[in-house]
């Protein structure tokens, strides 16, 4: 994929894998957005996810010492009742462009992540962190509340820890985010990317009609009733056998060296 040369606040690299990079190159050493960030980053993501041999994305900072820093304070003390409705559907959408992009979206997360960042974060398939890595949810600091991918906190570390983090807009840290299930894991800064590439190669490797059928069903499965989800997986489960991707990825498993563990449904 040949990169875009209009997009100022967002590059993209896309390798052979199919493994792409986004790069968030928001304001300061905070790495801000503002709306032209927010437009670029969503611009970005609608790129990617129109690319057929796209497999994984990392979302990543432009550097090791935050994710993103918060949407932009300047840009929101301005704002009106009409205006500040605008801007933050642009945030809104820009994390619906993550959390729809069809394939597994990985967030690289050192640094601070906070606010609008975590959000962000949040609306990502797995998150992986430094452990210098620190976050929060400040926004209750500057006189508004925590919305929109804010409310993705509570399923995804609980009631009472979301609550903590956005009614004292205190902060933890890459330790504490793995005990509540914030972040899936956290590595030294140098092994993180890594950590990261092994993690993007080996959903890579995947059968790509699978893999993004697991991520839709996943994204699915948050707003609909358990019954209805179990009700549906017949379906899916014989959908999935229109690809070819089980006779092959199946074939490849039985005539694989003996010795290896045993898997299936």
Request: net charge negative; with cysteine; glycine share 10%.
């Amino acid at each position: 994929m040949k990169p875009s040369d209009d997009l100022v606040h967002a590059s993209i690299t896309l390798d052979d894998a199919g493994i792409a990079t986004v790069t968030i190159r928001g304001e300061g050493k905070l790495n801000i957005i503002g709306t032209p960030a927010i437009v670029d980053l969503r611009r970005a993501f609608e790129q990617l996810s129109a690319q057929d041999g796209l497999r994984v994305v990392v979302l990543r900072g432009s550097g090791d010492n935050v994710f993103v820093g918060g949407a932009d304070l300047k840009e929101m003390s301005a704002l009106s009742v009409e205006t500040a409705a605008t801007f933050i559907d642009g945030l809104r959408n820009l994390c619906e462009s993550v959390r729809h992009c069809p394939v597994p979206v990985i967030a690289r997360l050192a640094g601070w992540t906070l606010g609008a960042g975590l959000e962000l974060a949040a609306a990502c398939d797995l998150r992986l962190a430094a452990n210098d890595a620190k976050f929060g949810m400040p926004e209750i600091k500057v006189g508004i509340p925590s919305i929109i991918h804010a409310a993705m906190l509570p399923r995804l570390i609980g009631q009472a820890r979301a609550g903590w983090l956005m009614l004292t807009g205190e902060n933890i840290d890459a330790t504490q985010a793995l005990a509540w299930a914030l972040v899936d894991s956290v590595a030294t800064l140098d092994r993180l990317d890594d950590d990261i590439a092994h993690t993007a190669q080996r959903l890579a490797s995947y059968g790509p009609s699978a893999l993004r059928q697991q991520k839709r069903l996943l994204r699915e499965w948050q707003s609909c009733d358990l019954d209805t989800a179990i009700a549906r997986g017949v379906g899916e489960f014989a959908s999935a056998f229109a690809t070819g991707e089980p006779a092959r990825y199946m074939a490849q498993f039985l005539n694989r060296p003996r010795g290896g563990a045993q898997t299936g449904s």
